[in-house]
């Protein structure tokens, strides 16, 4: 299989990652829940996976404001529920995937939307800098559209957010482990991690990374820590962590930061560009081919969508699919985005990409595009 789905799910891991998961199913518990081995060596691995995502997100004085989710909208619900409440206004940016806009339709909020063109960061500034008032109750804004890999001014919008009082979250989804992300450059009051795209975790696993203390909860139950209170322990990171832990999840991750960390996110950025750039060049002006790509690479990180002339984007996937090569086609879960840059009706053909992409898998992608282009949907 040709594996382009990867701003979904990368699907190739390191090694020790699945290596990882299967020795947690054996040696782990849960962390807090006892003195005895398994439980400590939970323990041990949750505060080193803790650890390792404060280094590279650069909050490494604060491990106990890494929050583990289950994904990352899980993670961005309880930012968003901490901050807004019926009747607020939140600004947004026209690039947020369902799991922002959903939980603010949810609560009743009043969303700005800053609609700015594709690839045209300084008009979304400028919609963004009119947008944010003294009655903003908080600013959700992705760093990276999951439709059109395009990277959004977050570090310039989040200043914006700093002169104004106004709270930042940001949705990295499509960033962490692409584009370095330092928690106190930017100065969110949350941050939103998957773990399983480009931390190359586990499905089931992520991160929300607090700036503050008072996060509302989403769950209520056992921490293993201050059994007696009726409550909640006011603390991280256990107020955020009720139940058990999912260990084979937290150590998959643990492995997949260290892999990050080892490569470089510079190194891996500068493949996925590589990658995408060759994927443009081998699309550009092939007939009936509608490209989404930047004129600056730097605006645009390891996903390219497309749409075809005379067949719908569904259709043009599954043919993809029969020949053995994944991708995403529709909507992918934001249609604001699309509204934005003018594709809801059609949807787009989404192929996007990972440090283990290789050149060869885009040439054969290309080809076989050239091939559903002259044939239709008998390229099979």
């Not at 991280?236 to 997949?256: K, S, V, Y």
């Not at 996110?265 to 996925?272: D, L, P, Q, T, Y």
């Amino acid at each position: 299989m040709i594996y382009l789905d990867s701003a979904a799910t990368t699907l190739q891991k390191p090694d020790t990652v699945a290596r990882a998961v299967a020795q947690a199913v054996h040696t782990m518990t849960t962390p807090g829940r006892g003195g005895y081995r398994p439980a400590q060596r939970a323990a041990d691995t949750a505060f080193a996976c803790r650890m390792a995502a404060a280094e590279l997100f650069d909050m490494p004085e604060h491990p106990e404001r890494v929050i583990f989710t289950s994904n990352a909208t899980h993670a961005l619900n309880l930012a968003i529920k901490t901050l807004v409440h019926p009747g607020d206004r939140v600004v947004i940016s026209g690039y947020e995937h369902n799991a922002v806009t959903r939980p603010l339709v949810a609560l009743g909020a009043e969303t700005l939307v800053a609609q700015a063109p594709l690839f045209r960061p300084e008009v979304l500034l400028r919609q963004m800098e009119e947008a944010i008032t003294d009655r903003t109750a908080a600013v959700v804004c992705t760093h990276v559209s999951n439709v059109f890999g395009y990277v959004l001014p977050v570090h310039e919008i989040a200043a914006i957010c700093r002169e104004r009082g106004v709270p930042f979250v940001l949705d990295a989804s499509q960033s962490a482990g692409v584009i370095p992300i330092s928690c106190k450059e930017l100065g969110a009051d949350f941050v939103a991690i998957p773990g399983h795209k480009g931390l190359y975790g586990p499905q089931g696993t992520g991160l929300l990374l607090c700036a503050r203390e008072d996060v509302n909860t989403l769950l209520e139950g056992g921490t293993g820590s201050a059994s007696a209170l009726p409550g909640m322990p006011e603390v991280l990171p256990d107020r955020l962590e009720a139940g058990t832990h999912n260990m084979p999840g937290i150590a998959g991750l643990l492995e997949g930061l260290r892999f990050v960390k080892r490569t470089g996110i510079g190194r891996i950025r500068a493949h996925e560009e590589r990658m995408i750039r060759t994927a443009v060049q081998l699309l550009r002006g092939m007939d009936g081919v509608t490209l989404y790509a930047s004129p600056d690479p730097g605006l645009q990180t390891g996903v390219l969508s497309l749409c075809m002339e005379g067949m719908e984007c569904e259709q043009v996937g599954e043919v993809l699919g029969k020949r053995g090569v994944a991708v995403r086609a529709g909507l992918h879960c934001a249609p604001l985005a699309h509204r934005t840059a003018g594709t809801f009706e059609t949807g787009t053909i989404r192929m996007s990409v990972s440090a283990f992409t290789m050149e060869s898998e885009i040439r054969r992608f290309a080809h076989m595009l050239r091939e559903i282009r002259r044939n239709g949907a008998q390229a099979v």
